[in-house]
């Protein structure tokens, strides 16, 4: 062939690249078109920045797009974008699209069999949506990292494996509804390092080949059986194994002691008996050791002191009993120490565990201390969290306990104490729970307690307080902000375990803003919302006087029912402008209920089995998130306020016996939807017909506009990917129990 045809040949053929390559570009942007056209019919008002694509620019240059340097489409983000409705089919036309991250949306429905297709794909991350139906990604035999975190997505995995472990290297399928197997799923991934299985249905025994990952999590499942020895080999690279909240059963194998590399382990909730391996002393970057709700002898072995980088340690629910054991009162450099849920009767002086120097926080709760708290407790430098709930200590809280410099949390609740809140409490700033419901404390509320500036959460509830409850009240958590600050700059904000029972009594789990967290708990979704209280990251929906629309922020609550205040409640709670919640029900109060009580973000109010007189405050209608009134049991009087038809939110209304309320119940709007017990002895008010006996005219109940638990869940949802486990590039951003 002559060199002129040769030239003309080459010539034509880079032509008809250039020709390929243009069409192949326009390609990827009419997909992308066609994309944002399907987003948009989806989700009509609240959107993404795809808004922001336009026919007359290159895909290149949009927003949550990346492009080769043939500007070929390589890369969609469209992360935390408003996105809802179902998933789009069409992503395998762009056949270079190597990143696809659809995360912290609420895409529902199947995933399309058209994803299947994206033979290129090598990270795709759907996490934190409502994608439900079984798994079926076997075409994509490229990935290296899949995110499928919290979904709906059900059924066995076998499928899926081996045909997705040529090139994987993280994978994490927790919090979904998957079941089946996983003993023999992986046995080809040769390439993993990042597995997490948590939070689904898995049964069966455990997949043998763990030993060779970085980091295994398969805690809250159905796993059974024994841990064999022979899984720890000499070559084993685990630096993290959570194998929590399963059946296992039998002894811990000493053969751990051969993953060198382990910082974390996590054992707790399982049947594990018989001692703590000694071996596990010869883990030279253990940091985090959770063997709490087992079966364990209370002897626990001398070798874990060399352990010198431990500083968590977890050895709750073992049926402990007696004192506590010596030797916890010689890990020196321990900074989170949980011995709750034991029979624990005494040694807190003589184990030595009051003179720990690094302690930040002790649990003790949930045993059965007897005697005066020991002042000891307030010598300890570093503490924040001190809990000693559910014991059966007596007398009154040492002053001394205002010496905490750096204490945020003290729980007391149920116990046996008596006595006066010391008004040395008033010195502890940086408090934002103070816990100390189910007693017998006497006397008045120190005035003092309005310097605690950090205070959001205070219970004070079934007790035998009396006086009035001080104005100084209202100047709690007026700026709670250098606290949260300081948290935020710490290493790490203390978690590990304990945190759903803990926060079960340091959060009104029946009453929002509060309740609909609870809906989706697991054990680690404790720890994320433990996590971002103590930041002071906003996670509550909540809204301002007189408005409907919710934003999320940290809202606080005041506890003081079953008490004998008396007195008016002061005008100046108006102030507590962060506290959706206040119980102040069966006490002694008396006089008018101040209208200043609506500049509050009020979600649940409860002043039943009172003495409050005059006319209840037309301003509560301003208060247009309140779900909870209870006004029952008052001394109420005068012309039934019409502006309480404005609370459109309200699930729970009562105003029974008040007898000198008169007036007339609205026949029509919120109010006609509760029943006539809502209303009961109160003679001098009319009711509509229909709540005397006669059907007829009675409205339906209004639509609402709130949601709470579907909205409540997407705000979890969304909220967990502040702290929890997130995949993106490949690299394992867990939640981890780590201090």
Known sequence: MSEEKLL???????????????????????????????????????????????????????????????????????????????????????????????????????????????????????????????????????????????????????????????????????????TGRIDDCFNECWKLQHLDLRDNNFSGPIWSGFQRLREFSVSENELTGEISPSIFTENCTLELLDLSENHFDGSIPKEVSNCKNLSFLDLWDNNFTGTTPSEIGTLPNLMTLLLGKNRLSREIPESLLNLTQLVFLDYSWNSFRGDIQEIFGKFKQLQHLVLYGNFYTGGLTTSGILKLPKILRLDLSVNSFTGPLPVEFSEMPSLKYLILAFNQFNGSIPPEFGNFSALQALDLSFNRLTGKIPPTIGKLTSLLWLMLANNSITGEIPREIGNCSSLLWLNLAYNRLSGTIPTEISNIAQNPTPTFLSNRNSSRVPAGSGECSTMGRWIPTNYPPFHFVYSLLSRKSCRSIWGSLLKGHPIFPICSTGSMVRTLQITGYLQLTGNQFSGNLPPEIGKLHNFTLVHVGMNNLSGQLPAEIANMPLMVLEVSYNGFSGEIPSELGKARCLENLDLSHNNFSGEFPASLNNLTQLSEFNVSLNPLISGTVPPTGQLATFEKESFLGNPLLHLPNFMNGSSSNRSPPPPSSYNTKKTGMYIFLGFLVLTSTVFATGVLLRLSLQP
């Not at 609240?46 to 489409?73: A, H, K, L, M, Q």
């Not at 809802?84 to 696809?100: A, D, K």
């Not at 076997?138 to 990292?145: C, I, V």
């Not at 997505?153 to 499928?159: D, N, V």
């Open 8 to 178: 003309i040949l080459s010539f034509l053929f880079i032509a008809g690249q250039i020709v390929v390559d243009a069409s192949s570009l326009q390609n990827d942007k009419d997909v992308l078109l066609e994309l944002k056209i399907f987003l948009q019919d989806n989700n009509p008002f609240n959107r993404g920045r795809y808004t922001e694509w336009s026919n007359s620019s290159s895909p290149c240059d949009w927003p949550g797009i990346s492009c080769s340097v043939n500007e070929r489409v390589t890369g969609i983000n469209l992360s935390d974008y408003n996105i809802s409705g179902n998933m789009f089919g069409n992503f395998s036309r762009m056949t270079e699209l190597s990143v696809l991250d659809l995360s912290q949306n609420t895409i529902e429905g199947p995933i399309p069999d058209d994803l299947n297709r994206c033979k290129n794909l090598r990270h795709l991350n759907l996490s934190h949506n409502i994608l439900a139906g079984e798994l079926n990604l076997t075409g994509l035999t490229n990935l290296e990292t899949l995110d499928l975190t919290v979904n709906r997505l059900e059924g066995g995995i076998q499928l899926n494996f081996p045909a997705l472990c040529n090139n994987l290297v993280t994978l994490n399928m927790s919090f979904n509804d998957f």
